[in-house]
Structures are given as structure tokens and as C-alpha cells.
């Protein structure tokens, strides 16, 4: 919707700029760094983004560009602080809810769609309706009292955001309610992770429960984190293993080495993964693991 609008837009702010908004009339201190088109201009090529399975815009020097727009356009703002309101405000709801700011975003649609005489104002209520559902579901609790309590509640939220990935499927917006599913479902099977000693056959169920967060979410951009967090409880298992059997006639070598093999081979896949930058920290827990193993078996040789 935005980038059908850009070419609107950009008539308003050619046709109707006041000389001060054109960057290079004024001169010296009070000079503008940079005109509104300039500011627009990086944020607009984002905006359809698939920010599931890519990591968030950046500009040359690494910054977060949604980050780094809104910094811009608060400098806008403040410099010209009746020239373009509406727009710069609709600019601002669009990169705050690529960051995840629904609430806010929707704040700021809402007052671009209450705005006299805006060309924006039915594309600011259209995009509040939608941003408004998302800060619903945002809202909603994640914590208990309990580990029952709080797994049945992240329960609901994940079913919340389950409708909206539904509902937005097709659209640039369905990215959105992906990320936060995503991170429902890796804070859920860390806590089954983290409580397994107290679930039954809760190593099972944890192995289960993280594989499940790779197969789902096989095209996000966080794989190489689940896959590190399956390698890291195999790795555990292989600790518990040799914590439970010091006893040199307890401690079978076959059992071990199988259970480190197993998180081994799983490090292995990120170790080697090109391209990722969790690469490095594949390699640094492969390396770890394979030494605590050459370490534990001299001790029983």
C-alpha cells in the first residue's frame, strides 16, 4: 500500500514543499542534512521485507535501518514541525511496526487517519485495523505461576498469533505474525528444556519439542540457533550421562561416546554452515565438546 502510494507522496512533496523543506536553499547552520525524500527513500525499498526468513535492513555502517529511520525522522520533525505531518507520522507507524511496535504503530496510523484533508488517511486506517489485531495478540500474558500455568498460557498466544499468520497469508505482514510465533514456540520448548528433569520422560519430550521448532520453522532465519539448541541439549544428556557413571564399572565407553557423537554431529551442521553468522559459535562448541570427550575417555583408558 505504501509503495502505491510513494508516487502520490512524492507530488505532495515536490508541488508543495515550502522552500525551506528543499534541502541545499538554506545555507550554512542552517542548511538541512537531508530533505524528506531522502529520509523516505531507504525505508520504502524495505517495507516488503520478509523479516522471518532475513534479518532486519541495515545501512552501510551496520546500523538497524527501521532503528535508523526513526532517528531520522524525529531530526525531520524537529526541524520542520508543521510540514508534513501526516507523513512522516505514516513513515513512522511503518517502520515501528516492523520492529515489532504494534501498539505504537498503531497510535500513529491512527492519527495520520484523523488527520483533516491527508491522501494518507484511508491507507492509516486500513493499516490501524490491521496493526491493532497484532497489538491484541502482542498484549496477551506469557508468564504463570507455574510451569503448568505458563505453558497454557503461551498456549493461547501462540493459537492468537496462529489466526494472524492465517489471516495475513499471502501478504508482506504474514512475516510479521511468523516472528512472534517463532518466538512463542522457542521460548515454550526452552522451558520444557529447562524443566525436563521434572516432566515425564521429559528428555524425550525436550528432544521433541525442539526438533519440532526446526521442522516448523525450517525457513526462518533463526535455524541456525534451534539447530545449537538441539546440539546443546544432546551435549547435556552426554554430561548427565558421564555425571551418573563415574564409577570406572559403571561408566560404559560405547554409551558416551554415542550420546557426544549425537550432539557432535549436530554442532557440525552450523560448524560448517556457510553464510550463517552462528558459524563461528558452532565451531567454538563442536571444538568444546569434542575436547570434554577426548578428556573423559583418558580418564576410563
Given amino acids: 500500500m505504501w509503495k502505491l502510494l510513494l508516487p502520490a507522496i512524492v507530488t505532495i512533496l515536490v508541488a508543495g514543499a515550502p522552500p525551506c523543506a528543499r534541502a541545499g536553499d538554506a545555507v550554512g547552520s542552517l542548511a538541512p542534512y537531508e530533505?524528506?525524500?531522502?529520509?523516505?527513500?531507504?525505508?520504502?525499498w524495505h517495507l516488503n521485507d520478509d523479516l522471518y526468513r532475513y534479518p532486519p535492513p541495515s545501512d552501510p555502517t551496520g546500523h538497524d535501518l527501521f532503528q535508523l529511520s526513526l532517528a531520522r525522522l524525529d531530526g525531520w520533525e524537529k526541524r520542520y514541525p508543521s510540514n508534513f505531518r501526516d507523513i512522516t507520522m505514516f513513515a513512522r507507524a511503518e517502520a515501528l511496526e516492523r520492529m515489532g511496535e504494534y501498539q505504537k504503530a498503531t497510535d500513529a496510523y491512527r492519527q495520520v487517519a484523523s488527520?483533516?484533508?491527508s491522501p494518507l488517511a484511508d491507507a492509516a486506517r486500513t493499516n490501524?485495523?490491521?496493526?491493532?489485531?497484532?497489538?491484541?495478540?502482542a498484549a496477551m500474558p506469557?508468564?504463570?505461576d507455574d510451569l503448568e500455568k505458563q505453558?497454557?498460557?503461551?498456549?493461547?498466544?501462540?493459537?492468537?498469533?496462529?489466526?494472524?499468520?492465517?489471516?495475513?497469508?499471502?501478504?508482506?505482514?504474514?512475516?510479521f505474525a511468523l516472528v512472534e510465533e517463532e518466538r512463542l514456540e522457542r521460548i515454550t520448548s526452552g522451558l520444557v528444556v529447562e524443566h525436563r528433569r521434572l516432566i515425564n520422560k521429559g528428555d524425550e519430550t525436550a528432544e521433541r519439542a525442539l526438533?519440532?521448532?526446526?521442522?516448523?520453522?525450517?525457513?526462518?532465519?533463526?535455524?541456525?540457533?534451534?539447530i545449537l539448541r538441539l546440539g546443546d541439549l544432546y551435549a547435556a544428556l552426554a554430561h548427565d550421562y558421564a555425571d551418573a557413571h563415574e564409577r570406572p564399572l559403571s561408566?560404559?565407553?560405547?554409551?558416551?561416546?554415542?550420546?557426544?557423537?549425537?550432539?557432535?554431529?549436530?554442532?557440525r551442521k552450523v560448524a560448517t554452515w556457510d553464510g550463517v553468522k552462528e558459524k563461528p559459535e558452532g565451531q567454538a562448541r563442536f571444538a568444546a565438546l569434542e575436547t570434554y570427550k577426548t578428556n573423559t575417555l583418558a580418564r576410563y583408558r
Fill in 251 to 267: 561408566f560404559k565407553e560405547e554409551d558416551f561416546i554415542a550420546r557426544t557423537d549425537r550432539a557432535l554431529d549436530v554442532y
Fill in 151 to 175: 505453558l497454557s498460557v503461551l498456549r493461547k498466544k501462540l493459537d492468537a498469533w496462529g489466526k494472524i499468520v492465517d489471516q495475513q497469508a499471502g501478504t508482506p505482514y504474514q512475516s
Fill in 115 to 117: 488527520a483533516s484533508g
Fill in 211 to 226: 526438533r519440532f521448532l526446526i521442522e516448523k520453522h525450517a525457513e526462518s532465519k533463526k535455524l541456525p540457533l534451534h
Fill in 142 to 144: 506469557e508468564d504463570g
Fill in 35 to 44: 530533505d524528506l525524500l531522502e529520509v523516505l527513500a531507504p525505508l520504502t
Fill in 128 to 137: 490501524a485495523n490491521r496493526t491493532a489485531t497484532f497489538a491484541e495478540a
